[in-house]
């Protein structure tokens, strides 16, 4: 009785702050609320093939510029963002049938921070959120908005006139996090970072921190210690953990380094899973496979809390894209694209395997029974939970021999989202719909 009662506080804790967990397993839902779904990322089923011919690819539409936020679904509408100009100077939100791609509407905004459009700098990289009471829009030029969901403006925000300008090294790319009433933003610049806690009704300030204080591509995310949501954000060689209530930071952990790019993935309550990458400005590289592995944080009194890992990788390091859980494992790919199985309880390697899918920038998904990497230049591996080889690959386009490669500004499918029997696959300036 004491067990199923501490299991429905658990999970009540766990619908409040939108992170669905019961053991290692994650409930799907039928909507996909936000970057990483809030890090529910197993789903009831996917397609199991599609090709460059159009095979079981239901629609593709044209993006308006280029953009490398997730796509984010609710009911039968699909939202995208995206910014156009050589100097990023638009910034647009449009929304599409789930159906057949129809665009059902588009709201423009102008960047208050100009800045060249290239491959090194965030491109409409910050993912929104949506639920029943709308869309949270954000944009690294500043701009923060929430829209209806049949696009009217609800209140918007100009960071930049409130905040002083924005200037980080490659662009700002931490996507938005929310949970019933707020949603939580991470500006992590250069001078004075700070997170803010906002409303989703109207927009009026909650909280607002300092920041991190080093570089990061990677997105705020909420997990709970203790029965209490906490705010996870990672950056070069720190992760700090905000009350989300309040905005207070409770802790910083230090003993780690290159996770500039991968979001942490909750596991369980006061345990998540950080990756690493040797990517592109990265420091000591020697670092990074131990900087791969599963963190706790456990109160010990007076508002103080122990955080180290429970256990790091011995070899395995991540692309660019995060790792998951599936089937009580570990799931690592890294930039040469291996695979890497580990056990969930111990971190000991189970396998290695090159897969077809080679680097992934787009976070992994899982059915019960098969994983799918999402490979960087459109190839897709679809990976067998049992044994961990690879069953089959499907892509979506055919990479172009004479075009610029992928790291340069070419084709790159930047997230793949599942909604009801569609997987939806965004790449820079094209969204393609698969059943």
């Given at each position: 009785?004491?067990?199923d009662?501490?299991?429905?506080r ?5 619908a ?8 290692n397993?994650v ?11 809030g ?11 599609w090709d ?6 239901a629609?593709?539409i044209?993006v ?9 679904v ?13 100097n990023?100077e638009n ?6 049938a789930?159906?057949?791609g129809t665009k059902?509407w ?7 921070s100009?800045e060249e ?6 491109r409409?990289?910050p ?40 200037k980080?090294r490659?662009g700002l790319?931490a996507s938005?996090e ?7 933003i ?9 997170v803010l ?11 607002k ?12 995310r ?6 209490k ?6 950056s ?7 009350d989300a209530?309040?905005?207070n930071?409770l802790?910083?952990f230090n003993d ?10 909750p ?7 950080i990756g690493?990458s040797?990517g ?16 706790e944080v456990?109160?010990?009194?007076e508002?103080k809390f ?5 256990w ?9 894209g ?5 089937a009580?494992?570990?799931w690592?790919?890294?930039r ?5 199985q580990?056990?969930l309880a111990?971190?000991k390697?189970l396998s290695?395997?090159?897969?077809s899918?080679g ?5 992994p998904?899982a ?22 080889k690879e ?6 386009w ?7 490669p ?6 790159v ?8 029997n569609t ?9 393609f719909?698969?059943?």
């Open positions: 009785m004491v067990q009662k501490k299991r429905l658990l999970t009540q804790i766990f409040v702050v939108g992170i669905h967990l019961l053991g397993q409930q799907a839902q039928d909507h996909w609320s936000g970057f990483q779904n890090g529910r990322l197993i789903v009831p089923s996917l397609p199991e093939s460059a011919q159009g095979g079981n690819v629609w593709k044209s308006e510029g280029y953009g490398q936020s997730t796509p984010v609710f009911g039968d509408q699909v939202f995208l963002t995206s910014t156009s100009g050589p990023k910034y647009h939100v449009a929304a599409y789930l159906t057949d059902r588009q709201k423009d905004f102008k960047n208050p100009p459009s290239n491959s090194y700098v965030s409409a990289a993912s929104p959120t949506v639920d029943a009471q709308g869309l949270v829009v954000s944009f690294e030029g500043g701009i923060v908005a929430a829209l209806s969901l049949d696009g009217k403006l609800q209140w918007e925000k100009n960071l930049v006139e409130l905040y002083g300008p924005i980080a490659h790319a938005l929310h949970d019933l009433s707020n949603v939580f991470w500006v992590e610049r250069e001078q004075d970072p700070y806690a906002l409303t989703k009704s109207s927009g009026e300030l909650v909280w921190s300092p920041g991190v204080g080093a570089t990061s591509w990677s997105s705020p909420l997990f709970v210690v203790a029965g949501p906490q705010l996870l954000c990672s070069s060689g720190k992760i700090a953990g905000y209530a309040s905005g930071r802790w910083e780690l380094a290159n996770n500039t790019t991968c979001t942490p993935i596991v369980s309550e006061g345990k998540f899973l690493a040797d592109r400005g990265e420091q000591s590289a020697g670092k990074t496979a131990a900087s791969n592995g599963l963190i456990i109160p010990i009194g508002g122990a955080v180290d890992y429970l790091r990788a011995e070899k395995a390091t991540c692309s660019f995060s790792p998951i859980v599936a009580d494992k570990v690592i790919v890294n040469t694209g291996v695979l890497y580990l056990e111990t971190g390697q290695a395997e090159r897969v899918a680097s992934v920038w787009a976070t998904l059915t019960s029974s098969k994983l799918y990497l999402f490979g960087q230049k459109g190839t897709t591996s679809i990976v067998d939970l049992a044994s961990a069953l089959s690959s499907c892509s979506i055919e990479e172009s021999a004479s075009g610029p992928a790291a340069m500004g070419g084709s499918l930047y997230a793949a989202v599942s909604a009801g997987l939806l696959i965004r790449r820079g300036d094209t969204l719909a698969i059943r």
